[in-house]
Every structure is written in C-alpha cells, then in structure tokens.
C-alpha cells in the first residue's frame, strides 16, 4: 500500500487537486464523472450506480462551503445522474475504509 502519496487529479486549473485516497484502491473500475461547475471532483462506477465526490476538505473553498466529507458517496441514475435529494442515498465519511465498505454494500445488494 502506498503511504501519502494520494492520487491527484486536475480540477478547477489544479494539477495536483488531492483526492485524499488512492484511486486504485477502490473497489470497481470507476470514471472521471467531474463537471466543472461542481464543488469538488466526482467519479462514478463503470455501471453508472454510485458517484463519489472527492472534497479536499483542506482547501480555503471547502471550509468557506463548510465541507466536513473527503469521501461523499451517493446513488447514481444513468438518467437522472447523482441522486443527492433524498438523505437515504447519501454516505459521507473521512475514513477511507469505511468508503470502501459502504460501496461493496451497495453495489453487491
């Protein structure tokens, strides 16, 4: 396992905007789902049912925006995209581990 050194990423004209995790480490092959208008990057899994946002919870932009979450993962619609409206899809976490967890729980129901 690699020590400190997460994946980065490009968002918002940073080259190197930390995820706070290793990609490679999650469970499924997942894709850059990012819209530039969103807070934070997101990726979603390869058969389009979860959506991750990655907030760099040390960023000046998230605390003005009082995000508290590395790791926010909701239910995904291939339609109707993220399914953040109802807090029964919603997991939020600072604990890598427990990310992990809740996406093979949801994806393995």
Known sequence: MKKNKYSKVSWRGLND???NCHLEE???KWLN???RNDLCPSFINEEETLQIYFCNTNLKEMKLESMKYKFNLYNYDKVEGCLDDNQNTWFQTNN???LVEEIKK???H
């Open 26 to 28: 999650l469970p499924f």
């Open 96 to 98: 890598f581990s427990k």
């Open 33 to 35: 789902n990012s819209y």
């Open 17 to 19: 905007y930390n995820i």
């Open 106 to 108: 949801r994806y393995l």
